[in-house]
C-alpha cells in the first residue's frame, strides 16, 4: 500500500462548478499536510498547508480528517487556470527521520 | 531573485555515462533535496541536505550521489547512468526551523533525462 494515495483523475470540472477531492495516508503519526499545484511539465508550487481545524484560502478548501487519515481540497467556482495536477503532501516529525512523502497526484481539468 | 535553478534543463545520455545535475539556490534556504518524478508515481526523495556540509539518503538512493559544495549549491551525480534512471528531477530548498514541522519548498523548474 502507498503511504499517500491520491485518485489520478482526470476530473473534468465545468467552469464554476465545485470540485472536491481527497487524499488518503497510511502512517498514523503523520504531523504535517500540503497540498501542492503542478502545472504540465512545471515544477510543483505549494498551494496551501493543511491545518487540523481546516482552513480557507479564497475559492480553495482543505480539510483534514485524522480519525479517518484522509486530507481533501475543495475548489469552489472553478476556473479555467485551475487546470493542474495536485499534489498531496504528508510528513511527520523530524526526530522520525527526514520524510517528505508526494501522492501521485490528482488531475484537474476544467472546461469552459 | 531567481529562487531555485537547475542546469541543464533536458540532457539524453547513454547507457553507462556519468553526469552531474547542478542545483543553485539564492534563498539563503539551509536545507536541499534532490527528487525524482515519474509517471503515476509522484515525487520521491533521493537525497537531502538538512545544512552545508551534511547529507542525507532519502527513499530512492540507489545509483545516486550528491555533493553540498556549499550553502547555495546541492549536485547530484548518476556516475554510470541506467534506463531505469530516465525521469524529471526537481531540486528543492526550504528555510530551516526550530520546530519539527516542515516549511515551504521552493522547486527549481527540473531536468528532464533520458537514459537510453
Known amino acids: 500500500r502507498k503511504e499517500v494515495e491520491q485518485d489520478p483523475g482526470p476530473f473534468n470540472v465545468p467552469e464554476g462548478a465545485t470540485v472536491a477531492f481527497n487524499c488518503t495516508y497510511s502512517?498514523?503519526?503523520?504531523?504535517?499536510f500540503f497540498w501542492y499545484r503542478q502545472d504540465c511539465r512545471k515544477e510543483p508550487k505549494l498551494l496551501m498547508s493543511v491545518y487540523s481545524s481546516g482552513n480557507e484560502d479564497g475559492r480553495f478548501t482543505a480539510q483534514l480528517n485524522r480519525a479517518s487519515q484522509y486530507i481533501s481540497l475543495l475548489i469552489r467556482d472553478s476556473k479555467l487556470s485551475d487546470s493542474a495536477t495536485y499534489l498531496c503532501?504528508?510528513?511527520?516529525?523530524?526526530?522520525?527521520?527526514?520524510?517528505?512523502?508526494f501522492g501521485g497526484g490528482t488531475r484537474v481539468l476544467v472546461k469552459p | 531573485n531567481a529562487g531555485v535553478t537547475q542546469t541543464p534543463k533536458f540532457q539524453v545520455l547513454k547507457t553507462g555515462q556519468s553526469m552531474t545535475l547542478q542545483c543553485a539556490q539564492d534563498?539563503?534556504?539551509?536545507?536541499m533535496y534532490w527528487y525524482r518524478q515519474d509517471p503515476g508515481m509522484g515525487l520521491r526523495l533521493i537525497y537531502y541536505s538538512a545544512s552545508e556540509g551534511t547529507t542525507d539518503k532519502g527513499e530512492v538512493p540507489n545509483g545516486y550521489n550528491v555533493s553540498r559544495l556549499n550553502k547555495r549549491e546541492f549536485s547530484l551525480r548518476l556516475e554510470s547512468a541506467a534506463p531505469s534512471q530516465t525521469s524529471v528531477y526537481f531540486c528543492?530548498?526550504?528555510?530551516?526551523?526550530?520546530?519539527?514541522?516542515?516549511?515551504?519548498?521552493?522547486f527549481g523548474p527540473g531536468t528532464r533525462l533520458t537514459v537510453l
Open positions: 502512517n498514523s503519526a503523520s504531523q504535517s
Open positions: 503532501v504528508v510528513s511527520w516529525i523530524k526526530a522520525a527521520g527526514n520524510k517528505l512523502t
Open positions: 534563498m539563503n534556504h539551509n536545507s
Open positions: 528543492a530548498s526550504s528555510e530551516e526551523t526550530i520546530e519539527d514541522f516542515y516549511n515551504e519548498q521552493f
